[in-house]
């Protein structure tokens, strides 16, 4: 006759409390770290790559296509020649911009930014920009048109947010004035205008050299 065997009450009790503290342990570990602002700069500052700060989490930045850094550059080559001897000044992606959104901090390097406030001049991060631009891909596009966009306004002195397409000549600009309502401009005859900082940029120069044949990498930077 087949003795069935059963574990004393205690035996099951310590097993599934084994049980749920594993469980909880590898739950834990699977959130998000949180770092605070301070130590985030301090990690920063001893990394050879460029991280993003999005309240407490930290997504490092990959690598950008060559119509990326085409489109960027283009950007930035003509911001520096129209704003020579002016207040403003023009900068690229190394240059981070920090945000404080109610109690929310994010850190950002934009592809482009044009700074004019003199309290920004040679301190770090920057604070107060005037035009920010961010060059789109796949795998950036959400967070640039979505989380950005929501962050970018939070800056008062920010007037105009600028983004670019790098597969088509196609750029679309959120202006304070409009109260961020999305203005399109359309084909390498049309010019971007930015009155705000003095400046107007014709697609044809900003979209110069670009390889529409090129396809673009889905884990490049933003």
């Known amino acids: 006759m087949a003795i069935a065997s059963h574990s004393a009450p205690w035996v099951d009790a310590w097993n599934a409390f084994q049980y749920f503290t594993n469980m909880s342990t590898a739950l834990k570990l ?5 770092i605070s602002w301070e130590n985030y700069e301090s990690m ?5 790559q460029r991280h993003e700060y ?3 989490q930290v997504y490092a930045r990959a690598g950008a296509s060559w119509n990326h ?3 960027a550059g283009n950007v930035f080559g003509e911001l520096r020649q129209q704003l020579r001897g002016k207040r403003c000044e023009a900068f690229m992606a190394d240059l981070k911009l920090r945000i404080d959104l ?3 901090q994010f850190g950002y390097y934009p592809d ?3 700074v004019c406030d003199p309290k920004d001049q040679g301190t770090l991060p920057v604070t107060n920009p005037t035009v920010v631009f961010e060059v789109l891909s796949k795998s950036t596009a959400r967070i640039d048109r979505r989380e950005k966009l929501l962050a970018y306004p939070a800056v008062p002195s920010l007037m105009a947010y600028v983004l670019l397409e790098q597969s088509q000549p196609v750029v679309t600009i959120h202006r304070r004035s409009d109260q961020w309502q999305a203005e399109t401009v359309v084909g390498l005859q049309a010019v971007l205008a930015l009155p705000e900082v003095g ?3 014709p697609l044809s120069l900003i979209y110069e050299r670009v390889n529409w044949g090129e396809v673009e990498a ?3 930077v933003g």
């Open 44 to 48: 920063e500052s001893r990394s050879q």
């Open 30 to 34: 699977d959130e998000p770290q949180l």
């Open 69 to 71: 850094n085409r489109v």
């Open 102 to 104: 109610r109690r929310e």
């Open 218 to 220: 889905d884990d490049e």
């Open 54 to 56: 999005v309240n407490g």
């Open 112 to 114: 482009v930014m044009v």
């Open 199 to 201: 400046a107007e940029l």
